[in-house]
């Protein structure tokens, strides 16, 4: 909104060309949205605290020590996080990019998906909410809708094609298929984010360390000169999307303050689909999806967790896993909450090292 409103007085007050930078922009959605979330975090933590009496239900075959340190924290704390990202991105992105409404349209809708379900939850006081097959229906639409959005709006030359990281030139043709690809990228990510988030603080800060790193991808990607340099695909409009990727990690970085341990509130599910679905969503817009899968090797890795213990349990009656997802594992091999915390942070800070490397080694 502030650049389609000062940009065009530039020519009079030259202070305004500043809102012609992305490199600014993005600077200052991230504040704008930390700002918001530390004014606006204690005041929804008491309404949630008032509205949701014994807070998040927990999960009587989880880890016995979350019975007693977890019980009473209110949830839905997502709703911070999305309030703070949205406005904040509406505020510094220029209203006109193309990219700006199916990414959004992801977050909201996977938040309000998340809302009802964690609603359901409180009402029933289980940690069973919507069906899974309600929410992935739900999930899939919308995922549906955003990928024939993205598809149109990208070049003629990435329609339909994947790149392979580490390989100049080369994409991999899927046409048609490339729909159900981006709809499971932007699905399973939302998925595997929600199945992260268990532990206080665990979820939050590799959200914001792949936001961090898609904002320099957006921002590359969206530079034909960048682009032609390391020889990654250039998608115009897309360097806008690195202002969406500042406003995410500033509302990240607020509401972690109130999500450290031990926390003042969970982010839950209104939280987790919405931010996962956002990053799936601009990995897709930029065409960077395998690369999401790398700098995101921490979702990837609790979410094969879960695949792998289910599947060994229904095809041998044995668990691979002392408790799925994996950092629950840990918690059952006697590790503090913390270590298992920080030794993860370790873990996506070098898996996205790994992924950004893949913008030059070709």
Not at 69 to 90: D, E, H, R, V, Y
Not at 113 to 138: E, I, Q, T
Request: aromatic share 10%; charged share 10%; glycine share 10%.
């Amino acid at each position: 909104m502030l650049p389609d409103l000062l940009v065009p007085l530039s020519d009079d007050y030259q202070i305004f060309n500043l809102f012609r930078y992305i490199t600014f922009r993005t600077g200052g959605a991230t504040i704008t949205a930390l700002i918001i979330s530390l004014m606006f975090g204690p005041a929804m933590i008491r309404w949630l605290k008032t509205h949701q009496g014994e807070g998040q239900p927990i999960r009587a075959d989880g880890p016995e020590s979350h019975l007693v340190t977890k019980a009473g924290t209110p949830t839905m704390g997502g709703l911070l996080i999305l309030g703070a990202f949205a406005l904040s991105t509406l505020l510094w992105m220029p209203l006109s990019n193309p990219y700006l409404w199916p990414v959004l349209l992801v977050a909201l809708c996977f938040g309000a998906v998340g809302s009802v379900d964690d609603w359901m939850k409180l009402r029933r006081r289980s940690h069973h909410g919507m069906s899974g097959r309600m929410k992935l229906v739900c999930q899939l639409g919308v995922a549906f809708v955003a990928s024939l959005v993205l598809i149109e709006l990208s070049p003629d030359q990435l329609r339909y094609g994947v790149a392979v990281p580490f390989l100049k030139d080369t994409m991999i043709s899927l046409g048609l298929l490339y729909v159900p690809f981006a709809m499971l990228v932007i699905v399973g990510a939302s998925n595997a984010v929600n199945l992260t988030d268990g532990l206080d603080g665990l979820a939050i800060v590799p959200v914001m360390i792949v936001a961090a790193c898609f904002g320099l991808i957006a921002y590359l990607a969206g530079n034909v000169n960048f682009a032609s340099y390391l020889q990654i695909n250039y998608v115009p409009g897309t360097g806008d999307l690195a202002v969406m990727c500042g406003a995410l990690l500033g509302s990240g970085l607020g509401f972690l303050w109130f999500n450290a341990p031990p926390a003042k509130v969970f982010m839950g599910d209104t939280g987790s689909l919405a931010l996962g679905g956002a990053l799936g969503a601009m990995s897709v817009a930029t065409r960077h999806e395998l690369v999401l899968a790398i700098t995101g090797g921490l979702f990837v890795a609790e979410t094969l967790s879960v695949i792998l213990q289910v599947a060994s349990f229904k095809l041998t009656g044995k668990r691979i896993f002392l408790m799925a997802p994996l950092h629950h594992h840990f918690e059952r091999k006697g590790w503090a909450e913390s270590t298992i915390v920080i030794r993860f942070w370790i873990i996506a800070v070098v898996l996205a090292l790994a992924g950004l490397s893949s913008l030059k080694l070709r």
